[in-house]
């Protein structure tokens, strides 16, 4: 999210989503590849785990894509607040498909994450309300 942000400012919101997904892209293959270097420890996965990361890169990418979009057509403020609810969704995903109930630390982390979301909303409803009878006023 960072990156796409960092690249699409400094880039302006004229470009294609995909430069923003090669940076981004780049960008992880260079933290992957000092990651195994560090470790010096290539492990080759099984099928499985090789189709689990393609199925979540692939989602990764769509769900990059679509930030990148929204990046170019809307202020920052709304899109990074929904680009932090998919942690609940997350968890909420988690539990549903693999059945692994969230730790304490999770449900503290999501609820702080709704509650951050309810207060802001609440704060541009009341400051549009103010802002509307303002002009009604005058």
Partial sequence: MA??????????????????LI??????????????YISGKPIVPCWQHILTLFLSALFVIIGQMFVTLA???????????INTSQLVFAIILEYIVFEVVPTTFGFVG????????IAQSLERTVKS??????????
């Fill in 23 to 36: 940076y981004t892209s780049v960008g992880g293959l260079i933290i992957v590849l000092l990651q195994l």
């Fill in 110 to 117: 999501a609820g702080l994450i709704l509650l951050s979301a």
């Fill in 129 to 138: 309300g103010i802002r509307n009878r303002k002009k009604t006023t005058d």
């Fill in 71 to 81: 990046l170019q057509r809307e202020r920052a403020g709304p899109v990074a607040s």
């Fill in 3 to 20: 990156t796409a942000l960092t690249a699409i400012r400094k880039l302006g919101p004229g470009i294609h989503f995909s430069q923003s």
